[in-house]
């Protein structure tokens, strides 16, 4: 079988059906959509679950003059009813108002017209229709022009479906992709109300009782406040993280999942997939990260020897997680965020409708945030709008470990003394004021609960507090997980100055098995040879500490050596 290629970053349904891409089958949302009518729908996903492309195949499947043979195959293609009435019937109207970041009010509604200028250029045709009068043919002509006033703006989408209903003697498909990227990005940049007025007017004049109006699909992260954008449109249908409906269509399902590995000669890493990029609730359905499986799959095609990286994670600012973990200790307590990080589940109220200028007023509107954005998901069923809330997987545990250590890190950085004291008896051997200001330090941040979360994520955890406290010392040389002998230590020391060097193997005890564990670190220490490294870089005193952690407590044991 011939093997696909894979579309990274590739949101275009048709480049992606005639280009022999991998293409994961979601066109059964057109049949829940059409079955479950709506005239207006909101579906709201996290970012990067598949947003774009499903607008797109929408846009593929209504448009007149389509390519049919796009979804020869596909679900869809069994429902030879709904395709004979639907496919290919309807003039489409498609705007994405993702690429509307900008700091300054102007230049953002500067980029929304933008975007309506390129939907409106693909129109042109209108202007030569002999359905539209002279007059409708101006009104189209000032859709192309980037000098709109408001009223023409405000009704742009509006105007579009007029003239398409009456050139094709047909209703309209408006889709409109990321709605509230524009709201986010005012939001930041302060000129919030402004743009509420703009996207509020917009879609007032495009979605409530638009006579030219078939059908509507809006897509976006968050569900805001009807009173806020949506007043008095009475015809919008919900289809959020806590539906039932279309809750496979973003996403990738297990079996779909399977069916990929398998394609690439992958599934040996089928386990290392569903435990870094699976664990996602929608609705009644369990579903992985797509953008992070196709590019690990990517990533494995190239070299099969890698380890999973945070792909998700990383095409973002993260801010709603920064700015939750700074809020520990005012409303966030310290122990919901260690069971979160432990593997266990917070019980919460979703609030599914907020405003993006209130996102942050409260300690339940971030919970209702990092829950919509993907950062945490359901467990279990749901009572009404209180969902068990659980980190969905190692990535996004991950970045909640690596904020708490960047928190932690400043808060070392404030006490400079402290860390001259550690670092002092380190140094010296010192075992029982290590283990006491260690512990100190523990205390000041969350701790990790023993639970069924791999030891090596706990292990990493503490290891990295004692790195945030070693790289204050500027005049030691501190390197971590490097090669050395037969393995890769933990973290390894050189003073140069004087020929110190010490190896540290940092453990996690299970069940507070403090001894054992440190007994565990200082056998891996001898047996791999840690030191070799050192010995090689000159240095004549050799210091191997074994830590180990539990919760808040820990034990630290040493042996020097003499070279």
């Known amino acids: 079988m011939e093997r ?5 970053g590739i949101d275009d349904f048709e480049k992606i059906r005639t280009n022999n891409f991998y293409y994961v089958d979601k066109t059964d949302m057109i049949r829940e959509l059409l079955q479950n009518w709506g005239e207006v729908n909101l579906l709201t996903r996290p970012r990067r679950f598949g947003k774009s492309l499903n607008i797109s195949m929408l846009k593929y499947f209504f448009e007149i003059g389509t390519d049919k043979s796009l979804f020869d195959g596909l679900a869809i293609s069994k429902e030879t009813k709904l395709c004979e009435r639907y496919m290919g019937q309807h003039p ?28 409106a250029r693909k129109m042109q045709f209108l202007l030569e229709s ?6 409708e043919k101006e009104t189209f002509s000032s859709l192309l022009n980037h000098s709109m006033d408001n009223g023409t703006l405000y009704h742009s989408i509006r105007t579009m479906s ?62 805001v406040s009807k009173e806020s954008i949506f007043t008095g449109l009475n015809n919008l249908k919900m289809y959020t993280l806590l539906d039932a409906e279309c809750d496979e269509q973003f996403g990738f399902t297990d079996t779909e999942v399977r069916a990929l590995l398998e394609h690439y000669d992958l599934f040996d890493y089928y386990n290392l997939t569903k435990e870094w990029y699976d664990g996602y609730k929608v609705g009644n359905a369990d579903v992985y990260n797509p953008w992070d499986v196709i590019n690990w799959c990517n990533q494995l095609l190239t070299n099969m020897d890698k380890v999973p990286k945070n792909y998700w994670v990383n095409s973002s600012s993260n801010e709603e997680v920064r700015r939750f973990i700074r809020r520990m200790g005012n409303g966030v307590t310290k122990a919901q965020i260690e069971r979160l990080i432990a593997g266990e589940a917070v019980r919460k109220k979703i609030e599914e409708q907020l405003t993006y200028d209130s996102l942050y007023d409260s300690v339940n509107h971030m919970w209702s945030l990092l829950y919509a954005t993907g ?3 359901q467990r279990g069923q749901s009572a009404g709008n209180e969902v068990q809330l659980v980190i969905p997987n190692m990535e996004v545990r991950n970045i909640f470990r690596d904020y708490i250590l960047k928190l932690f890190e400043e808060e070392v950085a404030e006490d400079g003394e402290k860390v001259t004291e550690f ?52 005049d030691w040389s501190v390197e971590s997980n490097r090669e050395s002998g037969n393995g890769s230590y933990d973290i390894a020391i050189e003073m140069e100055d004087e020929e110190i060097g010490i190896i540290i193997e940092v453990k996690y005890a299970d069940g507070g098995l403090l001894d054992e564990a440190c007994a565990e670190a200082m056998h891996q220490i001898e047996d791999n040879d840690y030191k070799a490294e050192l010995i090689e870089d000159g240095m004549t005193q050799i ?15 040493l042996e020097r050596e003499k070279i």
């Open 4 to 8: 696909k290629m894979l579309p990274i």
């Open 130 to 135: 002999d359905r539209l009068t002279q007059k």
């Open 543 to 557: 210091l191997k500490y074994g830590i180990a952690c539990y919760r808040k407590q820990c034990r630290v044991v």
């Open 423 to 474: 670092c002092r008896a380190l140094k010296n051997g010192d075992t029982a004021e290590v283990e006491r200001i260690f512990s100190d330090y523990m205390k000041k941040t969350i701790s990790i609960r023993d639970t069924a979360v791999k030891k090596e994520f706990k292990e990493n955890f503490y290891h990295g507090i004692l790195l945030c406290i070693l790289f204050y010392k500027s």
């Open 375 to 377: 950062y945490l998901t």
């Open 162 to 223: 007029e003239l398409f209903h009456k050139h094709y003697g047909k209703k309209v498909i408006i889709l409109i992709d990321e709605y509230d990227v524009p709201l986010a990005k005012a939001e930041e940049n302060g000129y919030y109300k402004d743009m509420i007025e703009l996207i509020r007017n917009l879609f007032d004049a495009a979605l409530k009782t638009n006579p030219h109006l078939e059908l509507a699909v809006l897509t976006g992260c968050l569900r």
């Open 92 to 119: 489409v109207i498609s705007i994405s108002l993702k690429t509307t970041d900008a700091r300054k009010y102007e230049t953002s509604r500067d980029l929304v017209i933008m975007t309506i200028n390129e939907e």
